[in-house]
Nanobody
Framework: QVQLVESGGGLVQAGGSLRLSCAAS????????MGWFRRAPGKERQCVAA????????YYSDSVKGRFTISRDNAKNTVYLQMNSLKPEDTAVYYC????????????????WGQGTQVTVSS
């Protein structure tokens, strides 16, 4: 089992920055690919970023590319999402998720999920 706990969400003005953290515990963080997803009001959950176990492979959705950076510190069992130049359309609940194997954008393939953290960007 893997337990995931997100933190770092909050209210920020457009153009500002936030860094989300996802602390993992349990046996399966080792070797896991990690993803950050978000669900905006009235919209489906979407993958915004993902990272392989080694960190050598990453994915970003077009909507966040160039503004968000995913990283991980395996020694600390933590994955991060640095969010810069935030826009009101980034407002959503952000979730981290873990899966074995390679990264993917499909939420169906992620076995473990955090509880989510709210990010609100005001205009």
């Amino acid at each position: 089992q893997v337990q995931l706990v997100e933190s770092g969400g909050g209210l920020v003005q457009a153009g500002g920055s936030l860094r989300l953290s996802c602390a993992a515990s349990g046996r399966t963080f080792s070797g896991s690919a990690m993803g950050w997803f978000r669900r905006a009001p009235g919209k489906e959950r979407q993958c915004v970023a993902a990272i392989s176990w080694s960190g050598g492979r990453t994915y970003y959705s077009d909507s966040v590319k160039g503004r968000f950076t995913i990283s991980r510190d395996n020694a600390k069992n933590t994955v991060y999402l640095q969010m810069n130049s935030l826009k009101p359309e980034d407002t959503a609940v952000y979730y981290c998720a873990a899966k074995g194997g390679s990264i993917t954008t499909s939420d169906d393939e992620y076995a473990y999920w955090g509880q989510g953290t709210q990010v609100t960007v005001s205009s």
